[in-house]
């Protein structure tokens, strides 16, 4: 029976990722514009995934929650169409169109029946190229993402990321949440967001994902119609390199609730760090598995503490970072965090076995593919395998570099990472026998 | 990190699809085991991934009075262990294979799926039928979870003002010791005195192959799936289900407003519930109506709703409709609303009535129909784009004693539904004396918008 088991795991950890079913085929139009494509006929439909580098961190000072405000209204009216109309031509379509903002890409969704493919490109189109942000819907968004921001400033979660955020990188981009505040809103003026537009939305470092019912003649031909127009360089400076810092500072937030919100993090590796898949399967152990991580069999499972607990790398571009969380009642909001500070220290100072290990990799490898399940995550994982320069072959090889990872690469990576004296911890609640130490 | 995540949202995810992922475009494979476990076979060949779910027909609202919380709790405890799988190794297998997990629990159903590569689709079988009926209960383990699921109420509920209005008014909503009026998750006190034999009780009166379903998605093939399903599940023995009772409401329920007024609420909301029938006791026809009309009334951005309230008025900041026609008992109709700063919130709530009584005095702009209608057919298409959207819609809906029909004619449904369909379903829902209005405020010292 254990040899059979054995057997099996191996097996898994050698599995070729989907069996041909996933084929990547790397499209450059006529005019230049590179896309990855994989085609799937099965529906007769598209989806797409697109992102511009430089995100909210890039926001100038005082107007916070530019590129989010942007990203609100380039869907609400362009060209001759005013929002109304663009509006209703995308839902009476059926076309999904979504632009986000986040700390380091300005990015976009995109779904289509086949049958108005042509419609639904040129809407993109104008809304890259063209968006008017009239007066009306501009106002209306501003009011939309100000309610949003005055109910976050009572959320639990929101209050303790963004308070371990501005400890982590004091001034830079990266502390502000990229919906900026209701004053940071306040202040953009229709003509930031056209600047935007004209300064950030360039085909330089633009990366594209398709999936569906496309061939590469037809996407060649759609790339240059869509994003042709746009302007081949942006105009904004880079945002400075930054490390987290952080040195075990504890932070409570008063606030009258049953239970208290924690969250707790330090540096950690970017995603080009020749460690990171190491980090991966580290994190994995650690918090990131979960119904079988440490701190969810400590925590959750023998304990009791809390509902939810566990950790996640965090890269971004400038900086890495490991952040973890958990909510647990008052009363035992110290026990938690001395389990969660012994897990730290014992995965450093190297306590971890073989099975652990072998069994952290096979999920790691068995689970990537499981996402794999509509077209449209299938679009995302192409563009970040562009973003992040993983090779258009990174499907095939991902697993050999899970699979070559040794008990002294965890060990080692473990040692240098994770420091639970370093530890920023805030919590936002009624904590019993824990005071903030800056 | 979230087993249990969609525990309590499970209804509007679900509604989300049963709205706009039900088609006749799923075309599943059903048959039935000699015990009498359904199985719903869905192959999608994308990738080579399989999605496996067992619904049972017992949810919250099965459950004994002055029990409230025993099915999500042993929704939870059912990860512990059985005899051949002891202490957690039903996760710990699945994995080592690199499979995911999770588990639901609502008012009409508990379920528990994995998603793993589809070679392993015999491994995950061999251990869900394993617990549907070897179940073993180690007291510490109960008392312990008992305590995590404490601390998810905490969560979920006390920590956040909105899902206490919302079960506060919901005792309104429905008459006295109905169950839909208590909370999935159960009142803390009822909750906090739960014992093993209260799990294993509701455990050995539910979880039977008869009063269970399964459903199989993916990369799969029907005949090896029915050979496993016949191995592992039909060799379950069948063991008699109580008839569940019937949860159309039919007494009178107490209705009227509740507020809820706290300092940490800085955005207020009004809202009206009304009830109104779902599959479960209204004509199809009837149901088609309301989904439509809730399309037009109050999804998005180009919504009657929005239009006038959020663009024109400048009333609100957010405005819209929610339509749920996939519960077992009655269905609700939700008008919602959230005023910008300084608009008064009974001028608000007002206003809403306003536009949904204007539409019917003066029925519906040329075109309008039939761009709804055929904007939600299309939604079928991308239905089928997603493996796990047929295998939600078709087990809530056989879970909640609907049929794999309801689920596949919709688009024929929809298309049928005409203007004076939707008129007469505007007009059951502004006529109905069941509704409750519910007030979200902040204290009133603080600023902002609000009565």
């Given at each position: 029976?254990?040899?059979?088991?054995?057997?099996?795991?191996?097996?898994?950890?050698?599995?070729?990722?989907?069996?041909?079913?996933?084929?990547?085929?790397?499209?450059?139009?006529?005019?230049?514009?590179?896309?990855?494509?994989?085609?799937?006929?099965?529906?007769?439909?598209?989806?797409?995934?697109?992102?511009?580098?430089?995100?909210?961190?890039?926001?100038?000072?005082?107007?916070?929650?530019?590129?989010?405000?942007?990203?609100?209204?380039?869907?609400?009216?362009?060209?001759?169409?005013?929002?109304?109309?663009?509006?209703?031509?995308?839902?009476?379509?059926?076309?999904?169109?979504?632009?986000?903002?986040?700390?380091?890409?300005?990015?976009?969704?995109?779904?289509?029946?086949?049958?108005?493919?042509?419609?639904?490109?040129?809407?993109?189109?104008?809304?890259?190229?063209?968006?008017?942000?009239?007066?009306?819907?501009?106002?209306?968004?501003?009011?939309?993402?100000?309610?949003?921001?005055?109910?976050?400033?009572?959320?639990?979660?929101?209050?303790?990321?963004?308070?371990?955020?501005?400890?982590?990188?004091?001034?830079?981009?990266?502390?502000?949440?990229?919906?900026?505040?209701?004053?940071?809103?306040?202040?953009?003026?229709?003509?930031?967001?056209?600047?935007?537009?004209?300064?950030?939305?360039?085909?330089?470092?633009?990366?594209?994902?398709?999936?569906?019912?496309?061939?590469?003649?037809?996407?060649?031909?759609?790339?240059?119609?869509?994003?042709?127009?746009?302007?081949?360089?942006?105009?904004?400076?880079?945002?400075?390199?930054?490390?987290?810092?952080?040195?075990?500072?504890?932070?409570?937030?008063?606030?009258?609730?049953?239970?208290?919100?924690?969250?707790?993090?330090?540096?950690?590796?970017?995603?080009?760090?020749?460690?990171?898949?190491?980090?991966?399967?580290?994190?994995?152990?650690?918090?990131?598995?979960?119904?079988?991580?440490?701190?969810?069999?400590?925590?959750?499972?023998?304990?009791?503490l809390a509902y939810s607990v566990g950790t996640s790398i965090y890269p971004l571009d400038r900086a890495g970072l490991i952040i973890g969380s958990a909510g647990t009642e008052n009363a035992r909001v110290a026990e938690t965090l001395e389990i969660i500070r012994a897990q730290w220290k014992r995965l450093a100072d190297g306590g971890l076995g073989q099975q652990e290990l072998d069994d952290a990799k096979t999920y790691v490898t068995g689970s990537f593919p499981l996402s794999f399940t509509s077209t449209s995550a299938i679009a995302r994982v192409?563009?970040?395998?562009?973003?992040?320069?993983?090779?258009?072959?990174?499907?095939?090889?991902?697993?050999?570099?899970?699979?070559?990872?040794?008990?002294?690469?965890?060990?080692?990576?473990?040692?240098?990472?994770?420091?639970?004296?370093?530890?920023?911890?805030?919590?936002?609640?009624?904590?019993?026998?824990?005071?903030?130490?800056? | 990190?979230?087993?249990?995540?969609?525990?309590?949202?499970?209804?509007?995810?679900?509604?989300?699809?049963?709205?706009?992922?039900?088609?006749?475009?799923?075309?599943?494979?059903?048959?039935?085991?000699?015990?009498?476990?359904?199985?719903?076979?869905?192959?999608?060949?994308?990738?080579?991934?399989?999605?496996?779910?067992?619904?049972?027909?017992?949810?919250?609202?099965?459950?004994?009075?002055?029990?409230?919380?025993?099915?999500?709790?042993?929704?939870?405890?059912?990860?512990?262990?059985?005899?051949?799988?002891?202490?957690?190794?039903?996760?710990?297998?699945?994995?080592?294979?690199?499979?995911?997990?999770?588990?639901?629990?609502?008012?009409?159903?508990?379920?528990?799926?994995?998603?793993?590569?589809?070679?392993?689709?015999?491994?995950?079988?061999?251990?869900?039928?394993?617990?549907?009926?070897?179940l073993v209960l180690d007291p510490a383990d109960v008392k312990t979870e008992r305590d995590v699921v404490l601390e998810e109420r905490n969560q979920r509920i006390e920590n956040n003002p909105s899902a206490r209005l919302r079960e506060q008014a919901h005792q309104t909503l429905f008459p006295k010791d109905h169950p839909y009026g208590r909370p999935v998750i159960g009142w803390r006190n009822e909750?906090?005195?739960?014992?093993?034999?209260?799990?294993?009780?509701?455990?050995?009166?539910?979880?039977?192959?008869?009063?269970?379903?399964?459903?199989?998605?993916?990369?799969?093939?029907?005949?090896?799936?029915?050979?496993?399903?016949?191995?592992?599940?039909?060799?379950?023995?069948?063991?008699?289900?109580?008839?569940?009772?019937?949860?159309?409401?039919?007494?009178?329920?107490?209705?009227?407003?509740?507020?809820?007024?706290?300092?940490?609420?800085?955005?207020?909301?009004?809202?009206?519930?009304?009830?109104?029938?779902?599959?479960?006791?209204?004509?199809?026809?009837?149901?088609?109506?309301?989904?439509?009309?809730?399309?037009?009334?109050?999804?998005?951005?180009?919504?009657?709703?929005?239009?006038?309230?959020?663009?024109?008025?400048?009333?609100?900041?957010?405005?819209?409709?929610?339509?749920?026609?996939?519960?077992?008992?009655?269905?609700?109709?939700?008008?919602?609303?959230?005023?910008?700063?300084?608009?008064?919130?009974?001028?608000?709530?007002?206003?809403?009535?306003?536009?949904?009584?204007?539409?019917?005095?003066?029925?519906?702009?040329?075109?309008?129909?039939?761009?709804?209608?055929?904007?939600?057919?299309?939604?079928?298409?991308?239905?089928?784009?997603?493996?796990?959207?047929?295998?939600?819609?078709?087990?809530?809906?056989?879970?909640?004693?609907?049929?794999?029909?309801?689920?596949?004619?919709?688009?024929?449904?929809?298309?049928?539904?005409?203007?004076?369909?939707?008129?007469?379903?505007?007009?059951?829902?502004?006529?109905?004396?069941?509704?409750?209005?519910?007030?979200?405020?902040?204290?009133?010292?603080?600023?902002?918008?609000?009565?």
């Open positions: 029976m254990k040899a059979l088991k054995v057997l099996v795991v191996l097996f898994v950890s050698t599995l070729p990722f989907c069996a041909g079913a996933v084929d990547v085929e790397r499209v450059i139009s006529p005019g230049g514009i590179e896309a990855w494509l994989v085609q799937d006929h099965a529906n007769p439909l598209v989806s797409m995934h697109f992102n511009f580098k430089g995100g909210s961190e890039l926001d100038p000072q005082g107007k916070g929650g530019l590129a989010n405000l942007a990203a609100s209204t380039m869907d609400e009216g362009a060209g001759d169409l005013d929002s109304q109309t663009f509006q209703r031509r995308l839902v009476d379509h059926s076309i999904t169109l979504r632009f986000s903002a986040g700390l380091d890409r300005f990015s976009g969704q995109f779904k289509t029946l086949k049958t108005h493919e042509d419609e639904a490109f040129d809407l993109l189109r104008s809304a890259l190229s063209e968006p008017r942000f009239d007066e009306e819907p501009v106002a209306r968004l501003k009011s939309q993402i100000q309610s949003g921001l005055r109910s976050d400033s009572e959320d639990p979660s929101v209050i303790a990321f963004t308070t371990l955020f501005q400890g982590f990188f004091k001034d830079h981009g990266y502390a502000r949440r990229s919906k900026g505040t209701p004053k940071s809103v306040d202040a953009i003026l229709r003509q930031d967001l056209i600047n935007f537009v004209k300064t950030r939305i360039a085909r330089h470092d633009l990366k594209i994902g398709v999936v569906g019912d496309m061939t590469p003649k037809r996407l060649g031909e759609l790339l240059d119609r869509t994003f042709g127009g746009l302007a081949l360089k942006p105009g904004s400076a880079e945002a400075p390199e930054i490390k987290a810092m952080s040195h075990g500072r504890v932070t409570v937030v008063e606030k009258d609730l049953v239970q208290s919100n924690i969250i707790f993090g330090h540096a950690g590796l970017k995603r080009n760090d020749p460690d990171f898949y190491i980090a991966l399967v580290m994190n994995h152990i650690l918090g990131g598995g979960s119904f079988t991580s440490r701190l969810y069999s400590e925590v959750r499972e023998k304990r009791g192409l563009v970040a395998m562009q973003v992040n320069d993983l090779g258009i072959d990174y499907l095939d090889k991902r697993n050999a570099y899970i699979s070559s990872i040794t008990i002294e690469d965890v060990r080692r990576v473990a040692k240098k990472l994770l420091k639970a004296d370093m530890l920023d911890v805030v919590v936002v609640g009624n904590p019993e026998g824990v005071v903030s130490k800056p | 990190m979230t087993r249990h995540l969609f525990t309590l949202c499970i209804v509007c995810l679900l509604t989300l699809f049963s709205g706009h992922a039900n088609a006749g475009v799923f075309n599943p494979r059903t048959f039935t085991l000699a015990n009498g476990m359904q199985v719903v076979v869905l192959p999608n060949h994308r990738a080579p991934v399989v999605l496996h779910m067992v619904w049972y027909r017992a949810g919250s609202a099965d459950e004994p009075k002055g029990k409230s919380g025993v099915a999500h709790l042993l929704e939870h405890l059912m990860f512990k262990g059985t005899t051949k799988n002891p202490d957690g190794a039903f996760s710990k297998k699945l994995a080592q294979h690199g499979g995911q997990e999770n588990a639901f629990t609502s008012h009409d159903y508990t379920g528990y799926h994995q998603t793993i590569a589809a070679d392993r689709l015999e491994m995950v079988m061999a251990l869900e039928a394993d617990r549907m009926t070897n909750l906090a005195s739960l014992t093993r034999e209260d799990a294993l009780a509701f455990y050995q009166a539910n979880y039977a192959p008869d009063n269970a379903i399964l459903v199989v998605a993916g990369d799969v093939d029907v005949h090896e799936v029915k050979r496993l399903a016949e191995k592992y599940y039909g060799v379950i023995d069948v063991s008699p289900v109580k008839p569940r009772r019937d949860l159309v409401v039919k007494s009178p329920i107490k209705g009227g407003e509740t507020i809820l007024t706290h300092e940490r609420v800085r955005q207020p909301v009004w809202s009206k519930t009304i009830l109104q029938p779902s599959l479960a006791n209204g004509p199809n026809e009837r149901i088609a109506a309301l989904e439509v009309l809730s399309e037009i009334l109050g999804d998005g951005g180009t919504s009657r709703l929005y239009r006038k309230l959020v663009i024109e008025k400048q009333l609100a900041v957010n405005t819209g409709t929610y339509y749920d026609s996939g519960a077992r008992g009655d269905g609700r109709f939700i008008l919602y609303a959230s005023p910008r700063s300084s608009v008064d919130l009974e001028v608000l709530a007002n206003a809403v009535e306003a536009e949904a009584k204007r539409m019917l005095d003066e029925g519906l702009e040329p075109g309008e129909l039939d761009r709804v209608k055929s904007r939600m057919v299309s939604n079928a298409i991308f239905a089928r784009d997603e493996m796990k959207a047929g295998a939600w819609s078709i087990g809530s809906a056989l879970a909640s004693k609907h049929t794999i029909e309801d689920v596949e004619d919709w688009p024929t449904r929809i298309k049928a539904v005409s203007e004076q369909d939707v008129l007469d379903a505007l007009k059951g829902v502004l006529g109905d004396p069941r509704f409750i209005t519910t007030k979200l405020l902040p204290e009133p010292l603080k600023k902002g918008g609000g009565s």
